[in-house]
């Protein structure tokens, strides 16, 4: 096994990345905690974590100024420096394709959030929510953005994830509404057949919700492919975004029973929590209004979309 590799399994590699991590919301002038409090919260002995502090000055990353019994005092900072010895080299999200324009918008106003990110940013595209949560829970990605109902379901599921913020005024997508295949029919019939994505929470649990005490039968599919089995007329019903099909006469729009909406339309973060410090780095980056103005801006026609 390589030497760097090894290290990774050390716990004094593992110590060196936290107090990194922990470092980078530290502002110069700021106090530095004592060894004490660092041994306490990071469960270490003393030397471990006064050779990480004598790491990150050797290495720039922060420069400390001593004021003899009133502790130490961050006199320089690298907080790019920081981010990567804290072993975030980069941040990467998943959330939607943006396929719609609020998706769009508010990969848009993420990104815009994210400039601050002192490590480059990017997104990667995954449409339900269920897969996003699964490759969260491996790390694969550093935070994912679903609805707020979806995070709530995940984060029950794995005890991992957790649901750190809500991006409050800015929206996840336009409402479900029921599509029915058969023009004039607006109520679930014995037999109909419904399409679904048992990987896309919300989608999942209004159709459950719809079919309940029904004689309807569930086809499970992937979220487009099921839009794709309407839209050829081969299943009834589908429970699907607003606007997200073509306007046809052929099809019913009906209106779903008033629910939990605010649910289902508001973004919301989650991350691993075995991602150390990876939720208090987030809360100080995405920035609401920011990320509400970038999304409002794509919507009216005020900019081009910007993500990556």
């Known amino acids: 096994m390589p030497e760097h590799f090894a290290n990774k399994y050390k716990k004094s590699y593992l110590i060196n990345t936290q107090i990194a991590r922990d470092l980078t919301g530290f502002s110069v002038g700021d106090r530095l905690p004592t060894f004490q409090e660092f041994t306490e919260k990071h469960a270490s002995s003393r030397g471990i974590v006064q050779k990480a502090l004598e790491g990150l000055q050797a290495s720039g990353a922060i420069g400390l100024e001593k004021r003899g019994k009133m502790g130490s005092y961050i006199g320089v900072i690298d907080r790019k420096l920081l981010f990567r010895l804290g072993g975030l080299e980069s941040v990467t999200a998943t959330m939607p394709s943006p396929v719609t324009r609020e998706f769009a918008g508010l990969a848009t106003g993420i990104c815009d959030a994210m400039q601050r990110c002192p490590a480059p940013f990017n997104f990667a595209f995954i449409h339900s929510a269920g897969i996003r949560g699964a490759a969260l829970s491996r790390m694969t ?15 029950l599921q794995d005890p991992d994830l957790e649901m750190i913020m809500l991006l409050e005024g ?22 109909a057949v419904f399409g679904v994505d048992p990987n896309s929470p919300d989608q999942f649990f209004l159709t459950q919700r719809l079919c309940r005490g029904k004689k309807a039968r569930i086809l499970e599919r992937p979220y487009i492919t099921c839009r794709a089995l309407f839209l050829a007329r081969e299943i009834d019903f589908l429970v699907f975004r607003d606007g997200a099909l073509p306007s046809d006469s052929r099809f019913e729009k009906i209106p779903l029973p008033p629910g939990k909406i605010r649910e289902f339309s508001t973004p919301a973060i989650l991350i691993n929590k075995k991602n150390y410090h990876i939720g208090d780095i987030l809360k100080s980056l995405l920035i609401h209004p920011v990320i509400a103005e970038g999304q409002a801006a794509v919507l009216e026609g005020r900019r081009e979309v910007q993500y990556y």
Do not use: E, M
Request: charged share 10%.
């Open 141 to 155: 990605y550093d935070f994912a953005v679903t609805s707020h109902s979806a995070a709530v379901k995940l984060a």
């Open 170 to 191: 800015s929206i996840y997508a336009p409402p479900f509404v029921l599509y029915g295949a058969r023009p004039g029919v607006r109520s679930v019939f014995s037999g």
